[in-house]
């Protein structure tokens, strides 16, 4: 790819998952969820921002759901008192990168709020469970529903 990523983690499981996805968005587009404490295989995009203060690409693979035509992301940070770098990172730009499978395009990025964004809420701890869990976590932190609109 050439641009170096900085996003979570260069070794570890979001590293590896990121390399297969980028090597074989196929096989890298469905994550086994089961050692992280969900149900088994889910739907994962990768997600491209560039860092608000570096400046630099990042690169991070995610699950995602379906909603309304879009893909929505979790902002939890497994539920850290922080939201995670690439939320920040996200909202500073007009528009991200998206890639599931092989389609990579534009989306401009929204925060859920509301009844939207409770449905949406409940949609995504049936798909992974330990959302649940990273709520209670996160404490008063209220963790972003992020939706990402396809650009025509």
Do not use: C
């Not at 089961?34 to 699950?63: C, D, E, W």
């Not at 990025?109 to 409940?122: K, N, T």
């Amino acid at each position: 790819m050439g641009d170096p990523i900085i996003e979570a983690s260069e070794t570890g499981w979001i590293a590896s998952h990121r390399e297969q996805y980028l090597s074989d968005p196929q096989a890298g587009h469905m994550w086994d969820s089961k050692p992280a404490g969900g149900k088994g295989p889910i739907p994962t995009l990768l997600l491209t921002t560039i860092g608000r203060k570096s400046g630099t690409k990042s690169v991070m693979p995610l699950i995602y759901i379906e909603h309304d035509g879009s893909q929505v992301v979790i902002a939890s940070k497994g539920g850290d008192p922080k939201h995670p770098g690439w939320y920040h990172n996200m909202v500073a730009q007009d528009e991200v990168t998206v890639q599931v499978i092989d389609d990579e395009f534009q989306a401009e990025v929204r925060v859920a709020a509301g009844e939207e964004r409770a449905a949406i809420w409940e949609k995504a701890v049936e798909l992974y469970p330990p959302y649940a869990e990273y709520k209670v976590n996160a404490g008063d932190r209220e963790i972003p529903v992020m939706i990402l609109e396809r650009i025509s």
